[in-house]
């Protein structure tokens, strides 16, 4: 089984920046997920997105996908103070395991 | 409202006693899990349940016990055998348990021991 990578660990960043996290993973896949976790929160599910699939929109969340490369990256546009979480990837084959995510803050 | 409902949110322990933690699903899924996080790590599984009245070890079941005798019910009991069992505790489920499947979470069970 696999598990994704999240990179980097943390971000910081101002409030109205672009936020840009990525996700590894070992072998093939037929989806992949990401989630967010807010402190002392279950997670939410926030996008899926195909292996036939290169990007996916939605709202202010844009996530790519490379098969080749074997890599995802989770852009969060004109982030918001609110958007501080957790953020993880869950690459289909990963047996239902979570790695340790991108722990993004976003300044005021 | 559908959705995962975990009890109690926290919870204290003494030590060498057994505890058991609710997770209860109105989303007519028929597959659940646990996890358990530590601060700042990820979430590690401890058991999952496909159907009712089976379930299977995730990588960290000893110390832990589960039952599925109701689809909607997966409670978990964290037992004395369980050396370090301060955690955050999650419960989740997902449609089915085919691998892929979007998996819906609770809040989660602070436990804590005293």
């Known amino acids: 089984s696999q598990q994704g990578e999240e990179d980097p660990q943390a971000l910081s960043i101002q409030e109205g920046e672009n936020a840009t996290m990525n996700c590894s993973y070992k072998?093939?896949?037929?989806?992949l997920q990401w989630y967010r976790q807010n402190s002392g929160r279950g997670l939410v599910h926030l996008i899926l997105i195909r292996s036939n699939e290169r990007e996916k929109h939605s709202g202010r969340l844009r996530v790519t996908l490379d098969t080749s490369k074997k890599s995802s990256s989770l852009l969060i546009t004109a982030s918001r103070a609110a958007d501080t979480a957790s953020y993880f990837c869950a690459p289909s084959g990963s047996r239902l395991t979570f790695g340790e995510g991108t722990q993004l803050t976003v300044n005021p | 409202d559908g959705g995962i409902t975990q009890s109690p949110k926290y919870l204290f322990r003494k030590e060498g006693q057994n505890v058991t933690l609710s997770c209860e699903q109105n989303?007519?899924?028929?597959?659940m899990y646990w996890y358990r996080q530590d601060p700042g790590q990820g979430l590690r599984l401890i058991y999952y349940?496909?159907?009712?009245?089976?379930?299977q070890k995730g990588d960290i079941a000893e110390g832990y016990s589960v039952s599925r005798e109701k689809k909607e019910s997966f409670p978990l009991t964290v037992t004395s055998a369980q050396k370090n069992p301060t955690a955050f505790y999650l419960c989740?489920?997902?449609?089915?348990?085919?691998?892929?499947?979007?998996?819906?979470f609770g809040e989660g069970s602070w436990l804590t021991v005293v």
């Open positions: 989740a489920s997902s449609p089915t348990g085919s691998d892929g499947n979007t998996i819906y």
């Open positions: 072998t093939s896949i037929n989806n």
């Open positions: 989303l007519n899924h028929d597959a």
């Open positions: 349940s496909q159907i009712v009245n089976d379930f």
